[in-house]
């Protein structure tokens, strides 16, 4: 039967991470919006470790607060630990990071849902798709209801024929104690979409009161928490309010009601126990197929590639605040059940620490990306819309920022309307979109700075700033909060003028503090050549850890005019971090300027690559499996080099239309 009869704009399939953003984005855009998952108790569930941010994850978890997601918030209100990590280093690679309540996070996200208008959730597994030409209509699910949509969001996440592994014994799931989604892969596999397989893991559960704390290390949060949103731009019925209904959502005030993490390490006993039985390890036996995650390794693969190792770190992480559970961060494996007891008995505090769940690997389908526009629509099936690890993606953050630009294009394609497009040169998510569809990828991904070519643009506290107008142009934040975003942006502008233009001493305020950030004996950058030949490698404000402007309290101690000091902390971080970067940060808007032409250059879809004179055969054949929408795209596939992008632009320019 059908729903209803009633045809929604929007049905998100899966409401993990990616699908949560998605369908709070289509419908706070104003669209009718579905949500289906197979279980509506583990929306946004944390599958993994309960903490959200980190290396570049946590830039991005800013992104997708600029552009109204939820993600920031809900971790902001649940977070029960907030760390600033690379905090030695300069503003420019600092990332936060917080640990979560587990279950107070997927709770107030299931709330959040329930009370958002233009969006209905429904218990039902998606069990295939429904198809009209080459465009989807809908979805079937378990219960033999079928619904109709305009467009559909997959966000399945290691749910496609999920495989879970402990040692030789294999259980279907996407996760420990859940379904696998067994029929929807053939669903894609007769439209043309091709899939593959990956695999990941999770390490094991113990319970806290059997742990001997006293042989770790305590890690303590930060005294003065970075949070993730900005709240000095967000309604204040954002955070705490009660709803028209009456009803409250779960949440504390943020950097409150702290809780420590442990760190312990590895033994060699613990490396010997698994040399010992790496022939029982589903990695190692050969029954998982996928590919594992490169950065985030099993121990078998750690013990195996770094062997001269005597030890590994290995985190303690609280679960929650109502649960006496803990995270072994570090020890992700799928050894027998009876080794991994070895394995945990055999490292300081944990010889008598009794199991709660075992570790298991998990394998899974997933679609290469290479299949998708830059919207992240099909490019075989009209409407259809993927997000998060169905795309080869590894983390909760890289799914949700999918998942919100995902829902927002669903949208825009029911409307006819451009589809929401984050630049490289934007942020950590124009990055990754652009890295999936280009490049692909034959493991999980996970974003690192290192990833993206300008991210001394991508410091965490500018997000707002550099995509206000994508989020004004999409409508996906608030007139009101967007009027405080702009009058952020103006002050930040004003502060800028004011620094470079005003002098103190004898010498501008700007020099001052680009003097006063830079170590002793270090070359300082020139206010006027964009730092000379100095390498980003040896920048005093980004490498040196005695550099004066590494955190919020250090940066209080600039010289600075009176005025300024007396700004909100947002603005003046945000206005000395452009000052003592302004040659840095000049040089890299001369770069962008510089690629710019190409990345605007169009090329027409239908393209006949193999008959343009003069471009290599592999080439050709690269760029009409990518089919790459500019010049720019073109030259980051692997295999076309520059002299294929002249032809190409030769070629363009000339006028021959369609080769």
């Known amino acids: 039967m059908t729903y209803n009869d009633k045809h929604f704009d929007v049905i998100v399939c899966g409401a993990g991470h990616a699908g949560v953003e998605a369908a709070l984005a289509a419908s706070r855009m104003g669209a009718a919006t579905l949500l289906l998952t197979g279980n509506l108790d583990t929306v946004a569930q944390m599958s993994c470790n309960p903490a959200i941010g980190g290396q570049a994850k946590g830039q991005i978890v800013r992104e997708i607060d600029a552009l109204g997601g939820e993600m920031a918030i809900n971790t902001d209100v649940t977070g029960i630990q907030f760390r600033l990590l690379n905090e030695s280093k300069g503003p420019a690679v600092q990332s936060p990071r917080a640990q979560c309540d587990k279950k107070a996070y997927q709770f107030r996200l299931k709330h959040t849902l329930e009370l958002q208008t233009n969006l209905q959730i429904f218990q039902a597994t998606v069990t295939g798709l429904i198809f009209e030409g080459d465009r989807v209509i809908g979805c079937r699910t378990n219960l033999d209801i079928d619904f109709m949509g305009q467009t559909v969001v ?328 967007l009027a405080r975003i702009e009058e952020k942006s103006r002050r930040v502008a004003h502060w800028i003028s004011f620094l470079e233009s005003n002098r103190t001493a004898g010498v501008t305020w700007g020099d001052l503090i680009r003097r006063e950030s830079a170590a002793p004996g270090r070359q300082r950058q020139s206010s006027d050549n964009g730092g000379g030949d100095l390498s980003i490698q040896n920048d005093p404000v980004i490498q040196n850890p005695n550099s004066k402007f590494q955190n919020q309290a250090e940066r209080s101690e600039l010289p600075v005019p009176d005025e300024l000091r007396r700004e909100s902390p947002q603005i003046r971080d945000e206005a000395l971090y452009r000052v003592s970067y302004a040659g840095y940060l000049q040089r890299e808007q001369r770069q962008i300027e510089k690629f710019s032409t190409i990345e605007k250059i169009r090329i027409p879809e239908n393209t006949n690559y193999i008959k343009i004179r003069g471009l290599r055969r592999e080439s050709a054949l690269k760029l009409t499996e990518f089919k790459p929408g500019t010049l720019g795209q073109a030259s980051r596939i692997s295999g076309v080099n520059p002299s294929d992008i002249g032809v190409l632009m030769i070629w363009i320019e000339s006028g021959r239309g369609v080769g």
């Open 154 to 481: 997959v966000t399945t996440g290691t749910f496609l024929r999920g495989l879970m592994h402990i040692g030789q014994n294999k259980n279907e799931g996407g996760r420990l104690g859940d379904f696998s989604s067994k029929t929807l892969s053939d669903s894609f596999l007769q439209s043309g979409i091709e899939l593959k397989r990956l695999k990941t893991g999770t390490p094991p559960r113990l319970l806290g009161r059997s742990i001997d704390f006293s042989k770790m290390q305590e890690q303590k949060g930060d005294d003065r928490p970075t949070l993730f949103a900005y709240h000095d731009t967000r309604d204040a019925e954002d955070l705490f309010h009660v709803e028209r209904t009456g009803e409250s959502r779960l949440g504390w005030a943020p950097g409150t009601n702290a809780i420590s993490c442990w760190l312990t390490y590895s033994t060699a006993e613990t490396a010997q126990i698994v040399r010992d039985n790496l022939h029982l390890s589903a990695m190692y036996s050969g029954q998982i197929e996928g590919v594992g995650p490169r950065y985030c390794p099993s121990f078998e693969d750690k013990i195996v590639r770094f062997a001269d190792k005597t030890r590994h770190l290995l985190f303690l992480e609280p679960e929650g605040r109502s649960t006496n559970e803990y995270y072994v961060n570090g020890l992700s494996t799928s050894l027998p059940f009876e080794v991994q007891l070895k394995l945990v008995h055999s490292i300081p505090g944990l010889e008598h620490a009794q199991l709660l769940r075992p570790a298991y690997a998990v394998e899974y389908d997933f679609a290469p990306p290479t299949q998708l526009w830059p919207s992240l629509e099909s490019r075989k099936v009209a409407n259809l819309f993927f997000a998060g690890q169905i795309n080869g993606t590894s983390g909760y953050e890289e799914a949700a920022g999918q998942g919100l630009v995902a829902g927002v294009n669903a949208v825009n394609k029911v409307r006819s309307r451009p589809p929401l497009r984050i630049q490289r040169h934007e942020g950590y998510l124009g990055v990754l979109i652009d890295d999936l569809v280009t490049k692909g990828t034959n493991e999980p991904y996970r974003m690192f700075t290192s990833r993206a070519e300008h991210r001394l643009l991508f410091n965490h506290g500018s997000a707002e700033l550099r995509l206000q107008h994508l989020a004004r142009e999409h409508g996906l934040v608030s007139a009101s909060r």
